[in-house]
Nanobody, 129 residues
């Protein structure tokens, strides 16, 4: 069974840090680009960051640039999202998603949620004092 499982969410004060993990089971992430998305109450799902299957390309939404870092460890079949200097507006459920990348797309990142093949169940991040 192909599955993505997010972990690492929680309650943190403004200015704090969290590291989210996205672990795959049932398939290897080597051939998949990964995206992190978030959805706050009453808002649409938003793309936060993505990384190519090669790991050589990354992208970030403007609101998290300089604060969040996406990375991958294919040996652990896991992708991470390091979140620093967290703000209350970062509060949301965070989801990871995987998209299969062909050989000629291994350096490509994908920002649209509609393109992704597999999704995790999400992890709650709450930034509040």
């Amino acid at each position: 069974q192909l599955q993505l499982v997010e972990s690492g969410g929680g309650l943190v004060q403004p200015g704090g840090s969290l590291r989210l993990s996205c672990a795959a089971s049932g398939f290897t992430l080597d051939y998949y680009g990964i995206g992190w998305f978030r959805q706050a109450p009453g808002k649409e799902r938003e793309g936060v960051s993505c990384i190519s299957s090669s790991g050589r390309s990354t992208s970030y939404v403007d609101s998290v640039k300089g604060r969040f870092t996406i990375s991958r460890d294919n040996a652990k079949n896991t992708v991470y999202l390091q979140m620093n200097s967290l703000k209350p507006e970062d509060t949301a459920v965070y989801y990871c998603a995987a998209i299969y990348a062909s050989l000629d797309s291994r350096d490509r990142t994908y920002g649209s949620a509609k393109l992704y093949d597999y999704w995790g169940q999400g992890t709650q991040v709450t930034v509040s004092s």
